[in-house]
Protein backbone atom coordinates (compact mmCIF):
# COMPACT_ATOMS: atom_id res chain seq x y z
CA UNK A 1 0.00 0.00 0.00
CA UNK A 2 0.84 3.64 -0.56
CA UNK A 3 1.47 6.26 1.91
CA UNK A 4 -1.23 7.60 0.74
CA UNK A 5 -3.37 4.89 0.78
CA UNK A 6 -3.83 3.72 4.49
CA UNK A 7 -5.21 -0.19 5.07
CA UNK A 8 -8.31 -0.68 5.85
CA UNK A 9 -10.53 -4.20 6.43
CA UNK A 10 -11.35 -4.98 2.77
CA UNK A 11 -7.99 -3.48 1.30
CA UNK A 12 -6.26 -6.12 4.10
CA UNK A 13 -8.47 -8.73 3.07
CA UNK A 14 -7.61 -8.03 -0.52
CA UNK A 15 -4.11 -8.69 -0.35
CA UNK A 16 -4.14 -11.42 1.54
CA UNK A 17 -6.23 -13.08 -1.15
CA UNK A 18 -3.80 -11.83 -3.63
CA UNK A 19 -1.01 -13.09 -1.94
CA UNK A 20 0.00 -9.41 -2.42
CA UNK A 21 1.18 -9.84 1.44
CA UNK A 22 0.96 -12.06 4.41
CA UNK A 23 -0.42 -11.72 7.75
CA UNK A 24 2.65 -12.24 9.37
CA UNK A 25 4.44 -9.57 6.99
CA UNK A 26 1.49 -6.88 7.57
CA UNK A 27 2.02 -6.80 11.24
CA UNK A 28 5.82 -6.69 11.06
CA UNK A 29 5.16 -3.45 8.77
CA UNK A 30 2.93 -2.19 11.45
CA UNK A 31 5.32 -3.05 14.25
CA UNK A 32 8.27 -1.33 12.11
CA UNK A 33 6.03 1.73 12.21
CA UNK A 34 5.48 1.82 15.76
CA UNK A 35 9.05 1.39 16.29
CA UNK A 36 9.50 4.80 14.18
CA UNK A 37 6.80 6.60 15.92
CA UNK A 38 6.00 5.58 18.70
CA UNK A 39 8.86 7.34 20.97
CA UNK A 40 7.50 10.61 20.55
CA UNK A 41 3.51 9.42 20.62
CA UNK A 42 3.54 7.38 23.50
CA UNK A 43 0.52 5.70 21.77
CA UNK A 44 0.99 2.03 23.11
CA UNK A 45 2.16 0.91 26.68
CA UNK A 46 2.78 -2.47 25.56
CA UNK A 47 3.22 -4.84 22.48
CA UNK A 48 2.08 -8.15 21.93
CA UNK A 49 4.31 -9.40 18.69
CA UNK A 50 4.17 -13.51 20.05
CA UNK A 51 -0.19 -13.29 20.22
CA UNK A 52 0.02 -11.22 17.12
CA UNK A 53 2.47 -13.13 15.07
CA UNK A 54 0.34 -16.39 16.41
CA UNK A 55 -2.54 -14.89 15.28
CA UNK A 56 -1.30 -13.58 11.53
CA UNK A 57 0.33 -17.42 11.09
CA UNK A 58 -3.36 -19.27 11.76
CA UNK A 59 -4.62 -16.48 8.64
CA UNK A 60 -1.94 -17.32 6.64
CA UNK A 61 -2.65 -20.77 7.32
CA UNK A 62 -6.09 -20.30 6.45
CA UNK A 63 -5.23 -18.68 3.00
CA UNK A 64 -2.76 -21.44 2.12
CA UNK A 65 -5.04 -23.93 2.33
CA UNK A 66 -7.97 -21.85 0.32
CA UNK A 67 -10.64 -21.90 3.05
CA UNK A 68 -13.06 -18.57 3.51
CA UNK A 69 -11.27 -15.73 5.78
CA UNK A 70 -13.18 -14.95 8.92
CA UNK A 71 -14.68 -10.91 8.56
CA UNK A 72 -11.60 -9.44 9.95
CA UNK A 73 -8.28 -11.91 8.83
CA UNK A 74 -4.98 -10.37 9.72
CA UNK A 75 -6.37 -7.10 10.37
CA UNK A 76 -4.28 -5.25 12.78
CA UNK A 77 -5.86 -4.02 16.11
CA UNK A 78 -4.55 -2.24 18.82
CA UNK A 79 -6.66 -2.54 21.73
CA UNK A 80 -7.16 0.23 25.14
CA UNK A 81 -5.49 -0.41 28.35
CA UNK A 82 -8.28 -0.93 30.57
CA UNK A 83 -9.71 -4.54 28.31
CA UNK A 84 -8.19 -7.50 29.29
CA UNK A 85 -6.48 -9.31 26.78
CA UNK A 86 -5.15 -13.19 28.39
CA UNK A 87 -0.94 -13.43 28.80
CA UNK A 88 -1.03 -9.37 27.98
CA UNK A 89 -0.29 -6.81 30.69
CA UNK A 90 -3.39 -4.99 31.41
CA UNK A 91 -2.45 -1.60 33.36
CA UNK A 92 -5.39 0.68 32.98
CA UNK A 93 -2.25 3.09 33.02
CA UNK A 94 -1.95 2.72 36.40
CA UNK A 95 0.98 2.03 38.79
CA UNK A 96 -1.44 0.24 40.86
CA UNK A 97 -1.98 -2.58 37.91
CA UNK A 98 1.56 -1.99 36.48
CA UNK A 99 2.83 -5.56 36.08
CA UNK A 100 -1.31 -7.44 35.95
CA UNK A 101 -1.64 -9.52 33.83
CA UNK A 102 -5.17 -10.99 33.08
CA UNK A 103 -5.61 -14.65 32.41
CA UNK A 104 -8.59 -14.51 30.18
CA UNK A 105 -9.93 -12.17 27.80
CA UNK A 106 -12.58 -9.50 27.45
CA UNK A 107 -15.52 -10.80 25.36
CA UNK A 108 -15.41 -8.24 22.62
CA UNK A 109 -11.44 -9.36 22.48
CA UNK A 110 -12.03 -12.66 22.14
CA UNK A 111 -15.06 -12.01 19.53
CA UNK A 112 -12.02 -9.83 17.56
CA UNK A 113 -9.95 -13.25 18.11
CA UNK A 114 -12.50 -14.94 16.70
CA UNK A 115 -12.95 -13.08 13.39
CA UNK A 116 -9.37 -13.45 12.47
CA UNK A 117 -7.97 -10.04 14.25
CA UNK A 118 -3.99 -9.65 14.72
CA UNK A 119 -3.23 -7.22 18.11
CA UNK A 120 -0.83 -5.32 18.06
CA UNK A 121 -0.79 -4.46 21.79
CA UNK A 122 -2.34 -2.05 24.37
CA UNK A 123 -2.94 1.62 23.91
CA UNK A 124 -1.96 4.40 26.59
CA UNK A 125 -5.02 6.32 28.30
CA UNK A 126 -6.27 8.03 30.91
CA UNK A 127 -5.40 6.31 34.46
CA UNK A 128 -8.69 3.97 34.79
CA UNK A 129 -10.09 5.84 31.95
CA UNK A 130 -10.32 8.79 34.06
CA UNK A 131 -9.85 12.23 32.04
CA UNK A 132 -10.66 13.71 28.83
CA UNK A 133 -6.82 14.59 27.46
CA UNK A 134 -4.80 11.37 28.04
CA UNK A 135 -2.57 13.43 30.41
CA UNK A 136 -3.14 11.26 33.60
CA UNK A 137 -1.26 7.99 32.21
CA UNK A 138 1.04 7.11 35.35
CA UNK A 139 3.28 6.19 31.85
CA UNK A 140 3.21 9.83 30.59
CA UNK A 141 1.12 11.71 28.22
CA UNK A 142 0.03 10.62 24.24
CA UNK A 143 0.59 13.47 21.90
CA UNK A 144 -1.80 13.89 19.21
CA UNK A 145 -0.49 13.02 15.38
CA UNK A 146 -2.16 16.15 14.11
CA UNK A 147 -0.10 18.76 15.92
CA UNK A 148 2.31 17.44 18.55
CA UNK A 149 2.38 19.83 21.05
CA UNK A 150 -1.39 18.96 21.61
CA UNK A 151 -3.58 16.62 23.71
CA UNK A 152 -5.47 13.45 21.76
CA UNK A 153 -8.21 13.92 24.15
CA UNK A 154 -8.99 11.38 26.64
CA UNK A 155 -9.46 8.54 27.77
CA UNK A 156 -8.53 7.05 25.04
CA UNK A 157 -5.87 8.85 23.57
CA UNK A 158 -3.90 6.28 22.88
CA UNK A 159 -6.33 4.44 20.49
CA UNK A 160 -7.14 7.32 18.66
CA UNK A 161 -3.71 8.38 18.22
CA UNK A 162 -2.40 5.22 17.15
CA UNK A 163 -5.23 4.85 14.32
CA UNK A 164 -4.70 8.61 13.08
CA UNK A 165 -0.67 7.96 12.84
CA UNK A 166 -1.31 4.49 11.24
CA UNK A 167 0.13 2.47 13.86
CA UNK A 168 -2.71 0.20 13.36
CA UNK A 169 -5.90 -0.30 10.85
CA UNK A 170 -8.11 0.05 13.67
CA UNK A 171 -8.90 0.16 17.58
CA UNK A 172 -10.89 -0.31 20.50
CA UNK A 173 -11.38 2.10 22.95
CA UNK A 174 -14.08 2.72 26.22
CA UNK A 175 -16.60 5.75 26.01
CA UNK A 176 -17.97 6.52 29.57
CA UNK A 177 -18.75 10.43 29.10
CA UNK A 178 -17.14 10.87 25.99
CA UNK A 179 -13.66 8.97 25.81
CA UNK A 180 -14.33 7.64 21.98
CA UNK A 181 -15.90 10.93 20.74
CA UNK A 182 -13.88 13.52 21.90
CA UNK A 183 -10.53 11.97 21.23
CA UNK A 184 -12.09 10.93 17.71
CA UNK A 185 -12.66 14.30 17.22
CA UNK A 186 -9.25 15.93 17.99
CA UNK A 187 -7.48 13.23 16.54
CA UNK A 188 -9.50 13.29 13.16
CA UNK A 189 -10.66 9.73 13.11
CA UNK A 190 -14.26 8.02 13.35
CA UNK A 191 -14.89 7.21 16.97
CA UNK A 192 -18.14 5.35 17.56
CA UNK A 193 -20.02 4.59 21.18
CA UNK A 194 -22.76 1.96 21.04
CA UNK A 195 -25.88 2.31 22.94
CA UNK A 196 -25.27 1.25 26.30
CA UNK A 197 -25.19 -2.80 26.41
CA UNK A 198 -24.93 -3.58 22.63
CA UNK A 199 -21.15 -4.59 23.38
CA UNK A 200 -20.31 -6.68 26.29
CA UNK A 201 -18.66 -5.25 29.28
CA UNK A 202 -17.22 -8.17 30.51
CA UNK A 203 -13.59 -7.94 30.62
CA UNK A 204 -13.88 -4.05 30.68
CA UNK A 205 -12.17 -2.83 33.75
CA UNK A 206 -14.70 -0.67 35.48
CA UNK A 207 -14.39 2.86 36.17
CA UNK A 208 -18.55 3.74 35.75
CA UNK A 209 -20.46 0.50 35.87
CA UNK A 210 -23.80 2.31 34.40
CA UNK A 211 -22.27 4.78 32.02
CA UNK A 212 -19.16 2.48 30.13
CA UNK A 213 -18.88 1.22 26.51
CA UNK A 214 -16.74 -0.27 24.53
CA UNK A 215 -16.53 0.98 21.21
CA UNK A 216 -13.82 1.58 17.90
CA UNK A 217 -11.84 3.97 16.15
CA UNK A 218 -10.84 3.88 12.26
CA UNK A 219 -9.95 5.64 10.09
CA UNK A 220 -13.33 5.04 7.44
CA UNK A 221 -16.77 4.57 9.18
CA UNK A 222 -17.15 1.45 6.99
CA UNK A 223 -14.46 0.32 8.61
CA UNK A 224 -15.61 0.99 12.07
CA UNK A 225 -19.10 -0.74 11.65
CA UNK A 226 -17.47 -3.49 10.50
CA UNK A 227 -15.59 -3.46 13.77
CA UNK A 228 -19.29 -2.81 15.40
CA UNK A 229 -20.35 -6.22 13.21
CA UNK A 230 -18.00 -8.54 15.00
CA UNK A 231 -17.74 -7.39 18.63
CA UNK A 232 -21.46 -6.31 19.05
CA UNK A 233 -24.22 -9.17 20.51
CA UNK A 234 -25.61 -10.43 23.54
CA UNK A 235 -23.43 -11.67 26.50
CA UNK A 236 -24.30 -14.31 28.99
CA UNK A 237 -20.93 -13.39 30.78
CA UNK A 238 -22.64 -9.65 31.32
CA UNK A 239 -25.65 -9.16 32.82
CA UNK A 240 -26.82 -5.74 31.36
CA UNK A 241 -25.54 -7.06 27.59
CA UNK A 242 -28.78 -6.60 26.01
CA UNK A 243 -30.24 -9.24 23.74
CA UNK A 244 -31.11 -7.92 20.60
CA UNK A 245 -30.32 -8.59 16.95
CA UNK A 246 -27.30 -7.48 15.72
CA UNK A 247 -27.70 -6.12 11.85
CA UNK A 248 -24.92 -6.14 9.25
CA UNK A 249 -23.71 -2.68 9.75
CA UNK A 250 -21.34 -3.10 6.78
CA UNK A 251 -24.16 -2.98 4.41
CA UNK A 252 -27.00 -0.43 6.29
CA UNK A 253 -24.23 2.34 6.18
CA UNK A 254 -24.99 2.38 2.21
CA UNK A 255 -28.65 2.94 3.11
CA UNK A 256 -29.96 6.44 2.06
CA UNK A 257 -30.28 9.01 4.16
CA UNK A 258 -32.23 11.30 2.15
CA UNK A 259 -35.71 12.11 4.28
CA UNK A 260 -34.26 11.96 7.72
CA UNK A 261 -35.23 14.49 9.77
CA UNK A 262 -32.15 15.61 11.65
CA UNK A 263 -32.10 17.76 14.78
CA UNK A 264 -30.31 20.67 15.71
CA UNK A 265 -30.08 21.55 19.55
CA UNK A 266 -29.80 25.16 20.15
CA UNK A 267 -28.26 24.38 23.97
CA UNK A 268 -24.68 22.84 22.16
CA UNK A 269 -25.01 25.81 19.67
CA UNK A 270 -24.26 28.74 22.55
CA UNK A 271 -21.74 30.16 23.89
CA UNK A 272 -18.69 28.50 24.92
CA UNK A 273 -18.70 27.04 21.11
CA UNK A 274 -15.04 27.84 19.14
CA UNK A 275 -16.32 29.69 15.95
CA UNK A 276 -13.34 27.52 14.52
CA UNK A 277 -15.69 24.56 15.43
CA UNK A 278 -19.10 26.17 14.39
CA UNK A 279 -18.11 26.61 10.97
CA UNK A 280 -17.48 23.00 9.78
CA UNK A 281 -20.20 21.44 11.54
CA UNK A 282 -22.45 23.90 10.53
CA UNK A 283 -21.04 23.24 6.97
CA UNK A 284 -21.74 19.39 7.60
CA UNK A 285 -25.61 19.78 8.75
CA UNK A 286 -25.39 22.23 5.36
CA UNK A 287 -24.18 19.24 3.22
CA UNK A 288 -26.77 16.59 5.25
CA UNK A 289 -29.72 19.00 4.31
CA UNK A 290 -28.31 19.20 0.44
CA UNK A 291 -28.19 15.60 0.27
CA UNK A 292 -32.13 15.79 1.71
CA UNK A 293 -32.44 15.39 5.25
CA UNK A 294 -34.67 17.60 7.18
CA UNK A 295 -33.04 20.19 9.74
CA UNK A 296 -35.23 20.60 12.52
CA UNK A 297 -34.41 22.94 15.46
CA UNK A 298 -34.54 21.24 19.09
CA UNK A 299 -34.56 22.29 22.54
CA UNK A 300 -33.07 20.09 24.54
CA UNK A 301 -33.73 22.03 28.50
CA UNK A 302 -31.95 19.98 30.54
CA UNK A 303 -28.37 20.09 28.82
CA UNK A 304 -27.04 22.73 31.08
CA UNK A 305 -27.13 20.07 34.08
CA UNK A 306 -25.08 17.39 32.46
CA UNK A 307 -21.87 17.89 33.28
CA UNK A 308 -23.04 18.40 37.32
CA UNK A 309 -24.97 15.35 37.46
CA UNK A 310 -22.24 12.89 35.37
CA UNK A 311 -19.51 13.99 37.28
CA UNK A 312 -21.47 13.18 40.23
CA UNK A 313 -22.68 10.06 39.07
CA UNK A 314 -19.68 8.64 37.28
CA UNK A 315 -17.29 9.70 40.26
CA UNK A 316 -19.79 7.60 43.05
CA UNK A 317 -19.61 4.28 41.17
CA UNK A 318 -15.47 5.04 40.30
CA UNK A 319 -15.45 4.95 44.68
CA UNK A 320 -17.53 1.77 44.62
CA UNK A 321 -15.35 -0.19 42.00
CA UNK A 322 -12.09 0.92 42.62
CA UNK A 323 -12.60 -0.26 46.39
CA UNK A 324 -11.30 -3.34 44.90
CA UNK A 325 -7.53 -2.15 44.59
CA UNK A 326 -6.40 -2.85 48.14
CA UNK A 327 -3.39 -4.88 47.48
CA UNK A 328 -4.38 -8.14 49.21
CA UNK A 329 -5.58 -9.97 46.23
CA UNK A 330 -3.52 -8.50 42.81
CA UNK A 331 -1.59 -5.51 41.64
CA UNK A 332 0.67 -3.27 43.54
CA UNK A 333 1.03 -3.39 47.37
CA UNK A 334 2.59 -1.46 49.45
CA UNK A 335 4.03 -2.18 53.27
CA UNK A 336 2.60 -0.97 55.86
CA UNK A 337 2.70 -1.73 59.87
CA UNK A 338 -1.19 -2.99 60.39
CA UNK A 339 -3.85 -3.60 57.43
CA UNK A 340 -5.09 -0.31 57.19
CA UNK A 341 -1.93 1.14 56.99
CA UNK A 342 -1.25 -1.40 53.96
CA UNK A 343 -4.57 0.39 52.23
CA UNK A 344 -3.30 3.96 52.98
CA UNK A 345 -0.04 3.40 51.58
CA UNK A 346 -0.86 1.31 48.46
CA UNK A 347 -3.23 3.26 47.21
CA UNK A 348 -1.37 6.27 47.95
CA UNK A 349 1.25 5.02 45.47
CA UNK A 350 -0.81 2.99 43.50
CA UNK A 351 -3.44 5.90 42.07
CA UNK A 352 -2.80 8.85 40.30
CA UNK A 353 -3.68 12.69 41.40
CA UNK A 354 -6.87 12.57 39.22
CA UNK A 355 -8.12 9.33 40.30
CA UNK A 356 -7.91 10.14 43.84
CA UNK A 357 -9.69 13.59 43.41
CA UNK A 358 -12.62 11.28 41.52
CA UNK A 359 -12.98 8.52 44.38
CA UNK A 360 -13.40 11.69 47.07
CA UNK A 361 -15.63 13.64 45.19
CA UNK A 362 -17.50 10.12 45.03
CA UNK A 363 -17.20 8.90 48.17
CA UNK A 364 -18.50 12.01 49.47
CA UNK A 365 -21.55 11.88 47.35
CA UNK A 366 -22.69 8.50 49.18
CA UNK A 367 -21.80 9.38 52.23
CA UNK A 368 -24.72 9.76 55.10
CA UNK A 369 -26.25 12.93 55.34
CA UNK A 370 -25.20 13.88 51.49
CA UNK A 371 -26.39 10.66 49.28
CA UNK A 372 -30.18 12.80 48.65
CA UNK A 373 -28.75 15.87 48.38
CA UNK A 374 -25.96 14.83 45.88
CA UNK A 375 -26.07 11.44 44.29
CA UNK A 376 -29.95 10.82 44.19
CA UNK A 377 -30.48 14.27 42.71
CA UNK A 378 -28.05 13.27 39.93
CA UNK A 379 -29.72 10.05 39.28
CA UNK A 380 -33.13 12.68 38.85
CA UNK A 381 -31.61 15.15 36.42
CA UNK A 382 -30.21 11.74 34.70
CA UNK A 383 -34.02 10.76 34.36
CA UNK A 384 -34.69 14.20 32.78
CA UNK A 385 -31.68 13.97 30.23
CA UNK A 386 -32.82 10.82 28.91
CA UNK A 387 -36.59 12.28 28.64
CA UNK A 388 -35.11 15.25 26.58
CA UNK A 389 -33.10 12.67 24.14
CA UNK A 390 -36.89 10.69 24.29
CA UNK A 391 -39.07 13.61 23.41
CA UNK A 392 -36.60 15.04 20.78
CA UNK A 393 -36.49 11.69 19.09
CA UNK A 394 -40.12 11.59 18.63
CA UNK A 395 -39.50 14.42 16.56
CA UNK A 396 -36.62 13.32 14.80
CA UNK A 397 -34.45 10.71 13.44
CA UNK A 398 -30.76 11.61 14.60
CA UNK A 399 -29.64 14.99 16.60
CA UNK A 400 -26.26 17.15 15.21
CA UNK A 401 -24.22 18.78 17.66
CA UNK A 402 -20.25 19.75 17.78
CA UNK A 403 -18.36 16.80 19.75
CA UNK A 404 -16.39 19.14 21.38
CA UNK A 405 -16.20 22.54 22.24
CA UNK A 406 -13.04 23.47 21.34
CA UNK A 407 -10.26 21.71 18.98
CA UNK A 408 -7.09 19.84 20.66
CA UNK A 409 -6.08 22.36 23.03
CA UNK A 410 -2.51 22.12 23.77
CA UNK A 411 -0.38 19.46 26.53
CA UNK A 412 -0.57 21.42 30.08
CA UNK A 413 -2.91 23.78 29.30
CA UNK A 414 -5.76 22.68 31.48
CA UNK A 415 -4.56 20.19 34.06
CA UNK A 416 -4.30 22.89 36.38
CA UNK A 417 -7.82 23.58 36.56
CA UNK A 418 -9.68 20.40 36.70
CA UNK A 419 -13.17 22.02 36.12
CA UNK A 420 -11.85 23.44 32.45
CA UNK A 421 -11.11 20.26 31.83
CA UNK A 422 -14.75 18.74 32.68
CA UNK A 423 -16.35 21.10 30.62
CA UNK A 424 -14.44 19.67 27.61
CA UNK A 425 -16.61 16.68 28.17
CA UNK A 426 -19.78 18.94 27.79
CA UNK A 427 -21.39 17.96 24.36
CA UNK A 428 -20.63 14.63 25.11
CA UNK A 429 -22.03 13.27 28.62
CA UNK A 430 -25.61 14.09 27.58
CA UNK A 431 -25.68 11.18 25.47
CA UNK A 432 -23.69 9.14 28.04
CA UNK A 433 -26.35 9.91 30.17
CA UNK A 434 -29.08 8.64 28.30
CA UNK A 435 -27.54 5.71 27.09
CA UNK A 436 -27.84 6.50 23.16
CA UNK A 437 -25.10 5.66 20.27
CA UNK A 438 -23.39 8.34 19.00
CA UNK A 439 -20.28 8.43 16.72
CA UNK A 440 -17.68 11.61 15.80
CA UNK A 441 -16.97 11.33 12.30
CA UNK A 442 -14.33 14.42 10.94
CA UNK A 443 -16.43 17.25 9.70
CA UNK A 444 -13.07 19.36 8.50
CA UNK A 445 -10.27 21.10 9.97
CA UNK A 446 -9.85 24.78 11.23
CA UNK A 447 -7.45 27.28 9.59
CA UNK A 448 -4.33 25.86 11.50
CA UNK A 449 -5.09 22.49 10.69
CA UNK A 450 -6.65 21.02 13.79
CA UNK A 451 -9.17 18.13 13.12
CA UNK A 452 -12.64 19.00 14.05
CA UNK A 453 -15.37 16.43 14.69
CA UNK A 454 -19.13 16.25 14.05
CA UNK A 455 -21.44 14.29 16.69
CA UNK A 456 -24.32 11.94 15.64
CA UNK A 457 -26.61 10.79 18.08
CA UNK A 458 -29.78 8.53 17.56
CA UNK A 459 -32.35 6.14 19.81
CA UNK A 460 -31.23 3.19 21.34
CA UNK A 461 -30.06 0.66 19.44
CA UNK A 462 -30.01 2.84 16.10
CA UNK A 463 -25.95 2.30 15.60
CA UNK A 464 -27.17 1.84 11.83
CA UNK A 465 -28.83 5.57 11.49
CA UNK A 466 -25.96 6.92 13.31
CA UNK A 467 -23.43 5.31 10.73
CA UNK A 468 -25.33 6.12 7.69
CA UNK A 469 -24.97 9.53 8.55
CA UNK A 470 -21.68 9.47 9.77
CA UNK A 471 -21.12 8.07 6.15
CA UNK A 472 -22.31 10.81 4.21
CA UNK A 473 -20.69 13.23 5.92
CA UNK A 474 -17.51 11.80 5.53
CA UNK A 475 -18.47 11.45 2.05
CA UNK A 476 -19.15 15.14 1.85
CA UNK A 477 -15.78 15.70 4.03
CA UNK A 478 -13.96 13.62 1.62
CA UNK A 479 -15.19 15.47 -2.05
CA UNK A 480 -14.01 19.12 0.10
CA UNK A 481 -17.65 20.13 0.27
Known amino acids: MSASAP ?33 ELNAFLTLSPERAYAQADRIDATVARGEDLPALAGVPIAIKDVISTRGIRTTCASKILE ?14 DAAGAVFLGKTNCDEFAMGGSNENSAYGPVRNPAALDRVPGGSSGGSAAAVAAD ?22 VSGLMPTYGRVSRYGLVAFASSLDKIGPFAKSVADAARILSVIAGHDPSDSTSAAVSVPDYGVEIEQPIEGLRIGVPEEYFGDGLDPEVRRPVESGIAQLEKLGCRRIPLKMPHTGYAIAAYYIIATAEASSNLARYDGVRYGLRAPGATLTEMYRQTRDRGFGAEVKRRIMLGTYALSAGYYDAYYLRAQKVR ?31 KTAD ?14 SLAGVPGISVPCGKTPAGLPVGMQILAPHFAESRVLQIARAVEAATERGN
Do not use: H
Open 418 to 431: PLQMYLADIYTVTG
Open 99 to 112: NYVPPYDATAVERL
Open 7 to 39: WTVPSVRAALLAKKISARELAAEFYARIERRNS
Open 383 to 413: TLIARDFSDAFQKVDAIITPTAPTPAFRLGE
Open 167 to 188: LTVASLGTDTGGSIRQPGSFCG
